[in-house]
């Protein structure tokens, strides 16, 4: 469908929802649509232990965001509620949407995120089903939201693997059976030093029967932009050219982004919508499928680079990203005598594809090679004729992911003093993965075969699949004292396939000089495999047959990521193993509105495969945790203050990094310690509501962070560094984390009007683990200082509105102070040492919000 094909749906939609309310209001009742959440004030239901319980009996480290809280901070995507949440941190791979990697008390090392690495070490739901994704988070839109749950520490017992540090649920609010109501959302803003944006959102419940009923969400988003691509031009080596020190003149050639240069660089278009149907089967079960699809076009660099100025890029090539997903659901709940049965079934499609411009690996690769005739003398840039060609590069890359999930559990009565919940849980999820570095014009026997301009080429598939079976049991030994104890039995098979590298002129039998564009005979197509099972680069040296075997991965040259096994050809690389996570907690209540509880649990994240054959698989890292916490509930009810002190222990944590030739590696490092505190309290005054949440995280390693593996920590012998010694914080998290809000509520006439302020603190953080580690060419360099350090930073937002009974407007200003908040950092060459780009917080935002119930 083309842009303004989904534009014109989502609106039409919304617009049907808006403008059609007053027939059906006729036959609703006068009183607004009940909430379908609890406000913060109240109990908050959660089902964080697979239990409808209220939070504040919920013996766990849990925040919940509940809708009226997610209206009010006006809340539509992750980066927003992680903001509001003190144990959630994150990298934003580009800062592109819906490329995060998740984070939780601490738990990183950096350089995750890789299609081919380590799966995530914090689990994301919707609903009833994962939707945790290797290489960025599922964005999904927030609206029309119950409420999102922040389960910190491991979850390895009742939700596996990937929830290794903690779980994120985003809950949506279901179908209704009461009555037909519904409700539309539309803001106008406008980005300081950018653009203008808006969003446009509705929801419409739908009683069908008295047995069933359905409800409806579309919603439609576009982020302004604030980041310029401004004037520039780049000089390259011709290769041939040198001056008395040996080293390249830049006399090759010049050139400039002006087909590029565009204002407000960096917009973002959402749309999409979701669908729920509850149909009850009789009084005891409960069918509901659902549906999700999301729409997600970006454009342009989320990074600026503070070499070239404030907001400001020079890029030379197009850069865009689309992200569309659609998820389909199942969820019957039903009892069995008095036990609760319920089975949650989900498939998840997710496409990607991008084009990014890599013209700072040219530059990079230019100086790094000078005294070999720079980026051109070193990969041979020719054309067919010989003559040398523009240097620059572009990626375009695309992911195709899958995942399809199915929990089957059972729950004993709440009510009885010992109570069960147990089930068994299969995943297996995949993933087509395609990077495609371009050199427009690069010769053919430069390229990667069959690929004509193409220097380097990956393309590959990935499975990995979990099985499950977990179960918890508590005991009420006095009516003020419960025990419980959960485990999880799990085995997981993770594989991986196809070809990644460059190509090799197959002129004179694979035996000419350069074998390819990057001059190495050990990479790439080199590396495939032949007819008789030997590699290729082996069988030119033996002498052998120099036949390639048909490639694995439509869209390959041939194969060189798997492993050759007689009579079945090339098979995947396999990584599998299994084990026990497990939790015992112990809750007291000694007096009414206290809850005073300790924990120990276990996560863990699977282990996993190198796509380098001369790099060993990676194995399952594990989390354990030591927790005491406290919930309170004081003054009548009115205020709530929960806290938890904790120490987690990480075992031997997966590490990505660019190793030789820039392959991505990932390595078991060593262990680290974790220690922190966290605190929520919310207060509530009648007209004025306060609430506050921060977190203290002191994380550091344990021993040695070696560049080679080095079972003494030493990090000693040929080629190997002390990449990070003993005792260095981990990065990424901040030491610091909080945030706080009032707002103030007083009647006016029949009216309410309100002022709101919201504050939020982040202190700083290391961008990368690593003080030192070689650079291509040999040279040392200290990644962390190369990067930067991510600097503190303070926002506010502030906002007032009246509210009627029906309808609603709101003046608002986020980030009021035009704070450069540094949310992440990052290089388009992992370890060149050029041009670091930090993604900002958006600039000084002013809007408007008009909302209506019906």
């Given at each position: 469908m083309s842009s303004f094909g989904y534009r014109a749906a989502i609106l039409a939609l919304l617009s049907s929802t808006a403008f059609g309310a007053p027939a059906f209001a006729q036959s609703a009742p006068p009183e607004p649509a009940p909430a379908t959440a609890p406000t913060d004030g109240g109990d908050i239901i959660v089902t964080a232990t697979k239990r409808s319980e209220t939070l504040q009996n919920v013996?766990?480290?849990?925040?919940?965001?509940?809708?009226?809280?997610?209206?009010?901070?006006?809340?539509?995507?992750?980066?927003?509620?992680?903001?509001?949440?003190?144990?959630?941190?994150?990298?934003?791979?580009?800062?592109?949407?819906?490329?995060?990697?998740?984070?939780?008390?601490?738990?990183?090392?950096?350089?995750?995120?890789?299609?081919?690495?380590?799966?995530?070490?914090?689990?994301?739901?919707?609903?009833?089903?994962?939707?945790?994704?290797?290489?960025?988070?599922?964005?999904?839109?927030?609206?029309?939201?119950?409420?999102?749950?922040?389960l910190s520490g491991p979850q390895g017992t009742l939700y596996g693997a990937s929830s290794e540090a903690g779980t994120i649920r985003i809950i949506t609010n279901q179908p209704d059976l009461s009555h037909f109501y519904g409700r539309a959302d539309i803001e106008g803003n406008k980005v300081s030093k950018g653009g203008f944006g808006g969003k446009a959102e509705g929801m419409v419940n739908i009683p069908l029967s008295p047995s069933m009923a359905l409800r409806v969400v579309g919603f439609y988003q576009r982020d302004a932009g604030y980041i310029d691509n401004v004037p520039g031009t780049r000089r390259f080596c011709s290769g041939t050219t040198f001056d008395a020190n040996g080293n390249c003149v830049k006399d090759g050639l010049t050139v400039n982004n002006s087909a590029f240069v565009k204002k407000d660089y960096n917009d973002t278009e959402i749309a999409g919508g979701r669908a729920a149907l509850k149909v009850d089967l009789d009084s005891n079960w409960t069918v509901t499928p659902t549906v999700m699809y999301q729409d997600t076009r970006s454009h342009g660099a989320y990074g600026y680079d503070p070499k070239v100025g404030d907001l400001q890029v020079q890029h030379f090539y197009p850069e865009y990203r689309r992200d569309r997903f659609i998820q389909a659901g199942l969820t019957i709940a039903g009892k069995i005598g008095n036990w609760d049965v319920t089975y949650a079934g989900a498939y998840l499609d997710r496409k990607d594809f991008s084009s990014s411009d890599y013209t700072d690996y040219a530059e990079a690769y230019d100086n790094l090679y000078s005294s070999v005739g720079g980026i051109a003398g070193y990969f041979y840039f020719k054309d067919n004729a010989g003559k040398p060609i523009d240097a620059r590069q572009r990626v375009i890359g695309s992911d195709h992911f899958k995942k399809m999930s199915q929990e089957f559990r059972v729950a004993s009565p709440s009510s009885e003093r010992f109570r069960v919940v147990a089930g068994a849980f299969y995943q297996r999820q995949s993933n087509d993965?395609?990077?495609?570095?371009?050199?427009?014009?690069?010769?053919?026997?430069?390229?990667?075969?069959?690929?004509?301009?193409?220097?380097?080429?990956?393309?590959?598939?990935?499975?990995?699949?979990?099985?499950?079976?977990?179960?918890?049991?508590?005991?009420?030994?006095?009516?003020?004292?419960?025990?419980?104890?959960?485990?999880?039995?799990?085995?997981?098979?993770?594989?991986?396939?196809?070809?990644?590298?460059?190509?090799?002129?197959?002129?004179?039998?694979?035996?000419?000089?350069?074998?390819?564009?990057?001059?190495?005979?050990?990479?790439?197509?080199?590396?495939?495999f032949t007819t008789n099972g030997t590699r290729l680069r082996d069988a030119v040296a033996a002498g052998g047959s120099t036949t390639l075997l048909p490639a694995a991965v439509a869209g390959s040259p041939c194969t060189n990521l798997g492993v050759y096994r007689a009579g079945e050809g090339v098979v995947p690389v396999q990584a599998s193993g299994q084990g026990v996570t497990y939790r015992f907690n112990l809750s007291w209540k000694p007096v009414d509105g206290v809850l005073l509880y300790g924990t120990a649990?276990?996560?863990?994240?699977?282990?996993?495969?190198?796509?380098?054959?001369?790099?060993?698989?990676?194995?399952?890292?594990?989390?354990?945790?030591?927790?005491?916490?406290?919930?309170?509930?004081?003054?009548?009810?009115?205020?709530?203050?929960?806290?938890?002190?904790?120490?987690?222990?990480?075992?031997?944590?997966?590490?990505?990094?660019?190793?030789?030739?820039?392959?991505?590696?990932?390595?078991?490092?060593?262990?680290?310690?974790?220690?922190?505190?966290?605190?929520?309290?919310?207060?509530?005054?009648?007209?004025?509501?306060?609430?506050?949440?921060?977190?203290?995280?002191?994380?550091?390693?344990?021993?040695?962070?070696?560049?080679?593996?080095?079972?003494?920590?030493?990090?000693?012998?040929?080629?190997?560094?002390?990449?990070?010694?003993?005792?260095?914080?981990?990065?990424?998290?901040?030491?610091?984390?909080?945030?706080?809000?009032?707002?103030?509520?007083?009647?006016?006439?029949?009216?309410?009007?309100?002022?709101?302020?919201?504050?939020?603190?982040?202190?700083?953080?290391?961008?990368?683990?690593?003080?030192?580690?070689f650079a291509p060419g040999g040279i040392v360099i200290n990644p962390a200082a190369q990067l930067g350090p991510l600097s503190a930073f303070t926002t506010a937002d502030f906002a007032a509105g009246v509210q009627f009974q029906r309808y609603s407007i709101e003046l608002f200003i986020e980030n009021a102070f035009d704070t450069r908040g540094q949310l992440s950092r990052f290089q388009e060459c992992g370890s060149c040492g050029q041009r670091p780009y930090i993604v900002p917080t958006t600039p000084q935002t002013i809007g408007v919000r008009l909302h209506g119930d019906f």
């Open positions: 013996p766990i480290s849990v925040q919940a965001l509940t809708t009226k809280k997610l209206d009010e901070l006006n809340i539509s995507n992750f980066s927003q509620y992680a903001q509001q949440l003190p144990s959630v941190s994150f990298q934003a791979l580009g800062g592109t949407p819906g490329t995060n990697v998740i984070y939780m008390r601490g738990v990183a090392s950096g350089g995750d995120g890789n299609h081919s690495g380590s799966l995530p070490s914090v689990g994301v739901y919707l609903d009833e089903q994962p939707v945790t994704t290797i290489g960025g988070n599922l964005d999904v839109h927030i609206y029309d939201i119950a409420r999102i749950e922040s993965i395609h990077q495609d570095y371009q050199v427009p014009g690069l010769a053919t026997n430069l390229s990667v075969n069959g690929h004509p301009g193409t220097l380097w080429l990956t393309q590959q598939h990935r499975v990995d699949k979990d099985y499950a079976m977990f179960g918890e049991a508590s005991y009420d030994i006095t009516p003020r004292l419960t025990a419980t104890v959960g485990g999880r039995a799990f085995i997981y098979d993770n594989s991986l396939i196809g070809f990644f590298g460059f190509g090799r002129d197959p002129a004179n039998g694979y035996n000419t000089t350069p074998y390819n564009a990057a001059g190495s005979s050990r990479t790439g197509v080199a590396g495939c649990s276990r996560g863990f994240r699977p282990g996993g495969i190198n796509r380098r054959a001369d790099v060993a698989a990676y194995a399952a890292d594990y989390l354990t945790n030591y927790e005491f916490g406290a919930k309170t509930t004081l003054l009548g009810g009115k205020l709530r203050l929960n806290g938890a002190i904790y120490q987690q222990d990480w075992d031997k944590f997966q590490f990505s990094f660019l190793g030789a030739n820039s392959f991505t590696e990932i390595h078991n490092g060593p262990n680290a310690r974790i220690r922190g505190a966290e605190i929520i309290s919310n207060l509530s005054l009648g007209a004025l509501a306060l609430s506050a949440s921060g977190s203290y995280t002191d994380a550091k390693t344990r021993k040695n962070l070696c560049l080679i593996d080095d079972p003494t920590f030493t990090c000693t012998g040929a080629g190997n560094l002390l990449s990070a010694k003993a005792g260095t914080r981990l990065p990424i998290t901040p030491k610091f984390k909080a945030s706080g809000s009032a707002r103030y509520t007083v009647p006016v006439g029949a009216a309410k009007a309100y002022g709101q302020a919201v504050v939020s603190y982040q202190g700083s953080a290391a961008s990368d683990i690593r003080s030192a580690t």
